[in-house]
């Protein structure tokens, strides 16, 4: 008796399943399904949150009844959200809010950096700390030592920080209220540049050095905003990433703060999906349990983002062989970045407790002789405590050679690639033409079977789906139109899969999305050109015209 109901309700079922009717059916597209290269569909069909069926505009029809909400595409391509794996997501204020810090990364000299820095101190009491983020030394034309910041106001501690977020300069203010003078010492992991033949520092303080410009206790930080602004600020900056053709995120250090955050917007139904990895310092309480893991199709919680090595658009990464730069305190070719200051037994043991509690570590590291100790922290870890399929990850994973990418292949870790050739190539000279041939080695990754993601770093690059494919496909320069390792260089379509397969993987959800067929979430873009066919120059332009987030249009219409 037991056995005929089951096979009565199977039955029910498999009936309704096929008569099943779509809410939303997209037709007369250019669909990059990425089933395979190549594969396009005309038409596809939606119900719920998942992509049901595509095809050709006959065969997903019968997928229409009277609900359904159809959406003439009428030729416009179809591409899978993208999954932008490693971010810093900031709420977004307006400039006339004491707590909003200025976006420098469109400041193109130094005389309007000055300017901008006037207009914020007129409006912000004495004594208030002034902040910036992003600025670029390239565009200034030149970095923006002390006595330009003092220009803007010698009545506010100013600081800014740059493009990299592994430098911060300030004003001659901040300096002196921290103490820092010609007798302070560079601390491990860190210096205080100089002024020429003197030992008086000029205000860039770079890496561990940076954090000597909050030590003061009498700087007077802005108000915050209030928990309420603060919500709303976010909001508007993931309504943007969405509009941008973004739809999954990854925040590349997170902290309790913030999960209270996303746990909010996840349970008010706000459409962007979270890859939360937790900051070194919270680890432990991600291990023991304080920190809730989680694992939806909206938040996963389940890694540890830690920092070991410097900055590759800052130079300050390791190297094995020196920058091709002079030095300018020594007159010579010797400069080979500044040591990590974590020792390579603490990266273990540290690696080693990520690891054993079934964490995912995803690890900042640019120089190659950082990537080798991250590298070996993680064999370590696997020999201790082996586990299958752990994806372990390097973030940027900049400066590589063909001896990084066997290991990496053979460990089964996955490379996170920047790709920010568009924005700060020019940077990428001082690491020479052999250097460059294997820095974000995207096309010998993908020849040797490597899974992997891309990036923004937002804000360190624009997290803009169409600038950063633009970025991965040319590997040009901006300005310039310098190009950083041709022979890197792979197409849209490999780029694209690398943005939304290549993310989902990174995440263990690459059965889930990433790409456009049955049974995947239905997380898509639809853009006025073709990003595969057009010329590759051209994509940065090509206009994101709607998103589609869990089967509902939340940008465009
Ligand atoms: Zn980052």
Redesign the pocket.
Known sequence: MKYICLSAFLLAFSIAAFAQKADLVLINGNIVTLKQKGDRAQAMAIAGDKIMAEGSVQEISKYIDKNTKVIDLKGKTVLPGFNDV???PAPLYTFDKPYATLELDTVTSMKNLVALLKRKAAITPKGMLIRGVGYNETKLGGQPIRDSLDKASADHPIIISHVS?HLSAANSMLMEMNGIDENTVDPAGGAFERYPNSKRPDGICKEVAASYLHKSKQIKYPPKPTADEEMEGYRKYFSNVLASGVTSIGD??TTPEKVVIYRKLVAEGFPMRFNVLMGTPYAADLINGKIQRSNTDHLRIQGVKVIHGNSLSGKTCWLYEPYDMINRVTGKKDYYGIPPARSQASLDSLFLAIHKAGLQIAC?SNGDREIDMVISAIEKAQKAVPRGDARHRI??CSITNQGILDKIKADGIVPVFHCYMYELGEKMQVYGEKRMAMLHPTKTAMDMGIVYALHS?AP?SPYPAMIRLGSAVNRKTKDGGIVIGANQRIDAEDAIKAYTYGGAYTTFEEEKKGRLIAGQLADLIVLDQDPTTIDSDKIYDIKVTMTVAGGKVVFGK
């Open positions: 490693h971010q810093h977020g590349a250090w900042h973030e940027h770093d360190i």
